[in-house]
């Protein structure tokens, strides 16, 4: 495929100029189409945040960024929860995900293909907004992790470490449900983070990943 002239023109590095001094997050037509942009993630130049939204490799990115991303995939009356939330506060995974939570008792809102979504008991101080996104705060995005992911410990890990979670109060959280299906193996991954952070060779004990 051949490259678009304002590519074979000049360093790669150029393309990003106009654009980044004011955006963050940049899209194949901002800096010359599909191709360019493929090239500029190749070699270093993007990052990639979710699907085709990338930002300079240079440029900080903060949770209000990423939960941004988000904002035309989540339906009304959806929370953002589990993996995508522990993505969104601390940039743990490649945010493909779509783990979304609805209060009980309330309608169920439409599922996006390919998304999870599950009913639970949703407090007020459970949720917050970011960039007008709902999302699940840090001890709650813990306490759906260990509830509702096959293999949660390494965005748990990110969310203690990262995401401003504290695992103690995930855990009272998790108490105070009067219904948790799968409440013995949630209280079981709870002990073997709280371990393996406590442990003076807590880094070693950490999975592939999870730092």
Do not use: K
Request: hydrophobic share 45%.
């Amino acid at each position: 495929m051949a490259l678009p002239a304002r590519l074979a023109e000049g360093p790669l590095s150029a393309l990003l100029a106009p654009v980044r001094a004011t955006r963050t997050v940049l899209r194949p037509a901002d800096v010359g189409g599909a191709a360019a942009w493929q090239t500029l993630v190749r070699d270093g130049y993007l990052h990639v945040l979710r699907g085709d939204a990338a930002c300079p490799a240079d440029s900080p990115v903060d949770r209000d960024v990423r939960a941004g991303l988000l904002a035309a995939e989540v339906p009304t009356g959806a929370v953002v929860t589990g993996r995508t939330a522990a993505w969104v506060h601390t940039g743990h995974g490649d945010g493909h995900a779509l783990d979304l939570t609805y209060a009980a008792g309330r309608h169920q809102p439409d599922r996006p293909a390919g998304a999870r979504l599950w009913q639970g008991p949703l407090l007020h101080h459970d949720t917050i907004h970011l960039a007008q996104v709902p999302v699940t705060g840090p001890d709650r995005t813990v306490v759906e992790l260990v509830l509702h992911v096959p293999d949660p410990l390494s965005a748990v890990f990110a969310m203690a470490r990262r995401g401003g979670a504290n695992l103690s109060r995930a855990r009272r959280s998790l108490e105070r449900r009067t219904r948790a299906v799968g409440r013995p193996r949630a209280r079981e991954l709870l002990d073997a983070a709280e371990a393996a952070l406590a442990g003076p060779s807590a880094a070693a004990a950490l999975p592939v990943g999870s730092a």
